[in-house]
């Protein structure tokens, strides 16, 4: 068959959407990529990290043409692209506002469709299309800005049978090859193949300049080609399975139509962070991740000089132990310099993120191991939960859990008399985030809810235990 020509209207009529696309910035689109890559001359060296959680699978090692042409037909019926139509351009005129666009995959036969926090975020309308051309409206389960992950839940059109893409018990190795499948500047059913140019690494997540930015560890740094649009859009193996969801590009300033493109480093989200997240983003609304309390800086070169310490002293110092947090009641202070958590060494901050994340959760206690002042020292630290990414403007959260504890205390202390014991865990009830605050007094129990921004009670139980 002869290749199909495109005229000279149709090309135009590309080009003006993607100019359009690029100015209004569409989800999906202007937020995949980070900040232009620049030189720290004061950032360590990447290290392995000390806590690994890849497991290797058995499969074939080297992407022959006929096998790369399986692994697209199977796993494009499982891929969507999806288009967004923001909150604030909302009108009676369905064809009317700013559009959004990124891409996703199918996670099980229940309808449940994995992509990026960014690219949904204040969604009004979300449509997901097909290979096959058939589209189906979306609603949104929940999403996690910590992660940038988020769920949707379609029913499929015309009896179609959802297939789910099949996940990667863990991760591959540098040198592997990889592949990404997406809708690249809206080019639905697009692949790219490449390799992993790095694993461990650490990327701030959220908007920047807003309270709670946070950073995701264990990414996925590949060279396959990500372009705008292919936020969400899964990366796999050679065996077909998933391995990271596809949600930014580093760039240095090259653009096409004014939008930064692909230059050879792209990041996933690792399959690992997705199978703890997405579960309890379906089943519970949202993810609790667990909190430290303290904020601090890899020990480099020049820090380690200006604090004249020896060359051979690795770890994090700690920069500030938030008030009333976790740390701070432990009995961490700034300056205390993290040497291990849990009775493994710590070489960099991302080792203690990577393991927090991946390994422990609210109210679990770990073990900090501390250098202060030349001497060696251990805290335990009972983790708490991490306040949420406010990455829509709204008010930011004030009243964390011993808080919440105190305005409950003031609340119940004539009910239920002398307090024996009190726990908070964070939550949502009715869309509003909230403390749920237990505690126990003389045969009673009382259970107050109280708003996580505002401190107001909402609701008040007693139990006798009659």
């Known amino acids: 068959m002869q290749p199909k020509t495109v005229s000279l209207r149709t090309f135009i009529v590309v080009v003006g959407t993607l100019a359009m696309a690029f100015v209004i910035g569409l989800a999906g689109i202007g937020r995949v990529e980070i900040a232009p890559a620049t030189v720290d001359a004061t950032a360590p060296p990447y290290r392995p990290q000390t806590y690994t959680y890849i497991t290797q699978e058995e499969g074939p090692d080297h992407p022959d043409q006929e096998l790369l042409s399986r692994i697209y037909e199977g796993a494009t019926q499982s891929v969507v692209s999806i288009q967004v139509r923001h909150s604030e351009s909302r009108s009676s005129d369905q064809t009317q506002g700013q559009w959004g666009q990124g891409s996703g995959w199918v996670w099980d036969e229940e309808g449940h469709i994995v992509t990026n926090s960014h690219v949904v975020e204040d969604a ?7 290979y096959d051309g058939t589209w189906a409206e979306a ?5 996690d800005a910590q992660s940038d992950l988020a769920v949707l839940r379609v029913e499929a059109p015309g009896g179609m049978s959802l297939q789910p893409l099949e996940r990667a018990p863990g991760l591959p190795r540098v040198g592997h090859y990889t592949i990404a499948l997406g809708s690249p500047f809206g080019l639905e059913n697009s692949m790219t193949l490449g390799i992993v140019s790095a694993l461990g690494r650490s990327l701030p997540v959220g908007d920047p300049g807003r309270a709670g930015r946070y950073s995701l560890p264990e990414v996925v740094q590949t060279d396959a080609a990500i372009n705008p649009g292919n936020s969400g ?7 077909g399975r998933v391995v990271g969801i596809n949600f930014a590009i580093r760039t240095q300033e090259r653009s096409v139509m004014g939008a930064s493109v692909n230059s050879g480093v792209g990041f996933a989200i690792p399959i690992t962070v997705a199978e703890r997240v997405i579960p309890a983003l379906i089943s519970e609304g949202e993810y609790l991740y667990p909190f430290l309390g303290v904020s601090g800086r890899t020990i480099s070169a020049p820090l380690a000089q200006s604090m004249n310490l020896d060359s051979d002293v690795l770890g994090v110092v700690v920069g500030q132990v938030m008030r009333g947090g976790p740390s701070a009641d432990a009995g961490l202070r700034n300056g205390d310099i993290i040497v291990s958590i849990d009775g493994a060494e710590v070489r960099n901050f991302e080792d203690v993120i990577s393991y927090l994340v991946m390994q422990k959760s609210p109210g679990d206690t770990v073990e900090i191991g501390v250098l202060r002042r030349g001497r060696n020292r251990t805290y335990d630290v009972e983790l708490g939960t991490r306040p949420p990414i406010e990455s829509s403007g709204a008010a930011v959260q004030v009243i964390n859990s011993g808080v919440a504890i105190g305005i409950a205390v003031n609340e119940v202390s ?10 908070a865990r964070s939550g949502i009830r009715g869309g509003v985030r909230v403390w749920i605050v237990t505690l126990e007094g003389d045969e009673k129990t ?7 921004s505002s401190g107001e009670v909402l609701s008040l139980e007693v139990d006798s235990g009659n």
């Open 139 to 143: 609603e949104l389960v929940a999403r």
């Open 124 to 130: 009004a309308d979300i449509f997901v299309n097909f």
């Open 446 to 452: 009382a259970t107050v809810l109280v708003d996580a």
């Open 233 to 239: 859009g899964p990366l796999l193996n050679l065996n």
């Open 414 to 423: 004539d009910e239920i008399g002398d307090i024996a014991k009190s726990s």
